[in-house]
């Protein structure tokens, strides 16, 4: 079974341009995360879809940083304008089931932002 | 609410030695507790979860971690480290999907 797919895996940015990530999660799986971690922590979840639809975004920054997922498969998260503080490595999960009481998530490699 | 706290940010053991990566959780309900795995330049890695069946939990690579509701502790354990298993590692509470708590990690050095 492949796993979750993020590109690109590294981009180096300066502040205030804009940047754009993608992922394709396991096929299949109903429900697709992003994540924020920054060096030195645990990941933060920014936003979380079920199929097309955003069950969470509460702690997505949304006067820079949207996601969307059209057809329900995969997904890309943008930064606009970017800030020095957004760097960090962006992760992708998916998980399998869209009940809410399962809970195992599948991660990709993630995308890690340097912004200058 | 729920939160993770893991006690040590950083664990240095010995190559065949036993590891103990330590994390206490908060949680207004019964949660989930997992423990993942993160390599350089790799995605996470489910080591193992507990769901409110059996309180040892056995995961991949040798180790295990043992839910102690009185405790409100979530330890990882193997008995003998490898090389290999240098790594960040997290734990994880969960309520509902939407609600995952990662701690700060855990960076653990396996000396030859």
């Known amino acids: 079974e492949a796993g979750v797919a993020q590109s690109p895996r590294y981009k180096i940015i300066e502040k205030r341009q804009s940047v754009a990530f993608w992922c394709n999660p396991i096929?299949?799986?109903?429900?697709l995360y992003w994540y924020q971690q920054i060096l030195g922590q645990g990941p933060k979840l920014l936003i979380q879809?079920?199929?097309?639809?955003?069950?969470?975004d509460s702690q997505l920054p949304k006067d820079r940083f949207s996601a969307e997922r059209l057809k329900g498969v995969d997904s890309t998260l943008k930064i606009q304008p970017a800030k020095l503080e957004d760097s960090a490595v962006y992760l992708c999960a998916s998980s399998p089931r869209d009940r809410v009481s399962y809970n195992e998530q599948f991660f990709g490699p993630g995308t890690r932002l340097t912004v200058l | 609410a729920q939160s993770v706290t893991q006690l040590d940010s950083h664990v240095s053991v010995s190559e065949g030695t036993p590891v103990l990566l330590r994390c206490n959780y908060s949680s207004s309900y019964s949660p989930s507790l997992f423990w993942y795995v993160q390599h350089p330049n790799k995605g996470l890695q489910l080591l193992l979860k507990?769901?409110?069946?059996?309180?040892l939990v056995k995961g991949i690579n040798g180790f295990e971690a043992e839910f102690k509701k009185s405790e409100t502790s979530f330890h990882l354990t193997k008995p003998s480290a490898h090389m290999s298993d240098a790594a960040e590692y997290f734990c994880v509470v969960s309520v509902t999907t939407n609600d995952m708590r990662f701690g700060a990690g855990t960076r653990l050095t396996v000396k030859p």
């Open positions: 879809f079920q199929n097309n639809g955003v069950v969470d």
């Open positions: 096929s299949g799986h109903a429900t």
């Open positions: 507990y769901t409110s069946a059996a309180t």
